[in-house]
């Protein structure tokens, strides 16, 4: 069985995320769409902190008959990595950009040499 100090601070801490994350979207901080996956972290969390019963349904259904609180760090570990993931494809997204970006600009520097403009474009 979950102990109840486990389950109060673990929803208390998921409810704590969920708050943060929010306050991060509405100070514009944060944007909805990278929000989401934490968003669903947090509720999930404190939905299995909460409901002590289903968590340790879910416990002995992987196998975990020590300590059912074993399968929160799980189904957390598992959030993070799903984040880490979402993370690593922008990343790279974002990488091909500024590549294409940069080769854009040494066109257009080089047009404008060519073209007898003197000036230099830099970013700034």
Same mark, same amino acid.
């Given at each position: 069985m979950t102990p109840l100090a486990v389950s109060i601070v673990g929803t208390?801490? /998921?409810?704590?995320?969920? +708050?943060?994350?929010?306050? @991060?979207?509405? /100070?514009?901080? @944060?944007r909805e769409r990278y929000a989401l996956l934490w968003l669903a972290t947090g509720i999930v969390l404190a +939905? @299995?902190?909460?409901?002590?019963? &289903? @968590?340790? =349904?879910?416990?002995r259904w992987v196998g975990?008959? /020590?300590?059912p609180p074993a399968v929160l760090f799980a189904v957390g570990i598992l959030f993070i990595l799903a984040v880490l993931l979402h993370y690593s494809t922008v990343i790279s997204r974002l990488s091909d950009q500024n590549i294409l970006l940069a080769q854009k600009l040494a066109l257009l520097q080089q047009k404008l040499e060519?073209? &007898? +403009?003197?000036?230099?474009? =830099?970013?700034?």
């Open positions: 208390i801490a /998921s409810l704590a995320l969920v +708050v943060i994350v929010l306050e @991060l979207i509405r /100070s514009r901080r @944060l +939905v @299995l902190c909460a409901w002590r019963d &289903g @968590l340790n =349904t879910i416990a975990i008959r /020590s300590y060519a073209d &007898g +403009v003197r000036e230099e474009v =830099t970013a700034r």
